[in-house]
């Protein structure tokens, strides 16, 4: 039981690449979360989806794309990469309502140069 | 707004102290607080608080929770350089699906 993984743990674009953060869970959890976490700002929701094929906008949503087409998995997609978007992302993943516990993959450490 | 507001935002102590965090919030239809430990990686869950004046409690933490002042505590006595971290307090509201989060406590103990 891997819990929430997520690749990759490090990477390095410039600006104007694109890429896809992977997040997996193994506990069939109903939903995910995408955060960035910035020095001084703290954790702040990107998307997040409630179920298979459904996401919605969190706090920070501009400049990023998801999707969830299996339960499983939740892709955070950077189309254009920009140095605003260097930070830390966490992916959290939480069993539908009878608990409200969010667990949490070990991070991706962006940098956009 | 919905919000998380936590104090102090850092601290230093040394090793045996006792430490009192605390954490406010104003939020529309309150579910339930959780409190995360991060230190140099993901936030890993120690305590969700849904009810007034019950005591969650794991080895030296505990947590208390007053939904008529709208605060909590996380206590830790006998404190360790181990428990050196930023503690995160969130809170459910609304319709229960997102955390709102606040900035965190650092927490440095000395040794």
């Known amino acids: 039981n891997a819990g929430v993984t997520q690749t990759p743990k490090f990477r390095v674009l410039k600006t104007g690449q694109s890429m896809t953060l992977l997040c997996a869970q193994d506990m069939n959890h109903e939903y995910m979360y995408w955060y960035r976490q910035d020095p001084g700002m703290g954790l702040r929701l990107i998307h997040y989806s409630v179920g298979e094929g459904t996401t919605a906008k969190g706090e920070v949503p501009d400049g990023y794309n998801v999707s969830r087409l299996k339960k499983q998995n939740f892709l955070l997609g950077l189309e254009s990469a920009a140095p605003s978007q260097t930070s830390v992302y966490f992916c959290?993943?939480?069993?539908?309502?009878?608990?409200?516990?969010?667990?949490f993959g070990p991070g991706t450490r962006l940098t956009v140069l | 707004e919905d919000k998380v507001v936590q104090s102090p935002l850092s601290l230093v102590v040394h090793e045996g102290d006792t430490v009192t965090l605390n954490c406010s919030y104003e939020?529309?239809?309150?579910?339930?607080l959780l409190w995360y430990k991060q230190e140099k990686k993901a936030p890993t869950f120690l305590f969700m608080l849904?009810?007034s004046g019950i005591e969650k409690k794991s080895g030296r933490l505990s947590s208390i929770l007053d939904k008529k002042e709208l605060f909590s505590i996380l206590n830790i006595t006998a404190t360790q350089t181990g428990d050196s971290a930023v503690y995160l307090c969130a809170v459910y509201a609304g319709n229960n699906r997102k955390l709102i989060w606040g900035l965190g406590t650092s927490l440095a103990v000395n040794p």
């Open positions: 939020v529309t239809n309150f579910r339930s």
């Open positions: 959290a993943s939480r069993q539908r309502l009878s608990t409200d516990t969010q667990y």
């Open positions: 849904t009810s």
